[in-house]
C-alpha cells in the first residue's frame, strides 16, 4: 500500500467515525440518554479535529491532498424501533437500543483501532518513521475511548441493562 493509499485508508475511516458518532449522538437523544449523546456528540468533535490535522500532515509533509475515497457507509439508524415515536418504546426497546448502540460504538473502535494499527505497521515497514509517530496518536485515542465503552458497556451488562439504574446514572451524570 502507497503511503497515499494509507492515508486515504484514514481519512475515509475518520469520515465514516463522524458519521457513527453523528448516529449515536441521533440514537441516545432519541431514547433521552443526553449524557451519552453528549459523549457522542464530544466524540464527533473530536474525530472531526482528528481529520483536519490528518490531512494537515499529509498535505504539509507529502504535498498531497487526501481526498476521500469510497468512504464507508454508516446506517446505524435503520432499525424497525426507529420509525415509531420515542413515546411508544418500552422499557425493554429502550434497554435494546442501548445495548445495540453500545455494541456498534464498541465494534466500530475495535476496527478503527486495528486500522490505525495496520496503517502504523506500513508506514514503519515503508521507512516513515516521523509519519508512524504521527499516526500514534490516533491509536492511543481509539484505545482510550474503547476501554471506557467496553467498561460501559460491562458495568449495564451487570445491572442487566437496568433502565431505572441507567437513567437515574444519567441524570446524576447530567448534573455535574
Given at each position: 500500500?502507497?503511503?497515499?493509499?494509507?492515508?486515504?485508508?484514514?481519512?475515509?475511516?475518520?469520515?465514516?467515525?463522524?458519521?457513527?458518532h453523528t448516529q449515536l449522538t441521533q440514537l441516545f437523544t432519541f431514547i433521552d440518554l443526553l449524557p451519552d449523546a453528549r459523549r457522542q456528540e464530544q466524540q464527533l468533535q473530536e474525530e472531526s479535529h482528528g481529520m483536519i490535522e490528518l490531512n494537515k500532515y499529509y498535505s504539509q509533509h507529502y504535498h498531497l491532498l487526501s481526498v476521500a475515497n469510497n468512504p464507508p457507509q454508516i446506517d446505524i439508524l435503520n432499525l424497525g424501533l426507529l420509525k415509531n415515536s420515542s413515546k411508544e418504546l418500552t422499557p425493554g426497546d429502550k434497554a435494546y437500543l442501548i445495548q445495540y448502540g453500545m455494541k456498534e460504538w464498541i465494534s466500530w473502535e475495535q476496527q478503527s483501532k486495528e486500522i490505525y494499527e495496520e496503517a502504523y505497521r506500513m508506514l514503519v515497514e515503508s521507512s516513515e518513521i516521523a509519519a508512524a509517530e504521527f499516526i500514534t496518536r490516533y491509536i492511543r485515542d481509539v484505545d482510550q475511548e474503547l476501554k471506557d465503552a467496553e467498561l460501559l458497556y460491562k458495568v449495564r451488562e451487570a445491572i442487566d441493562w437496568d433502565l431505572p439504574t441507567i437513567y437515574d446514572k444519567q441524570a446524576r451524570l447530567g448534573k455535574k
Open positions: 500500500m502507497t503511503i497515499h493509499e494509507i492515508f486515504t485508508k484514514l481519512n475515509n475511516r475518520m469520515i465514516g467515525a463522524m458519521m457513527v
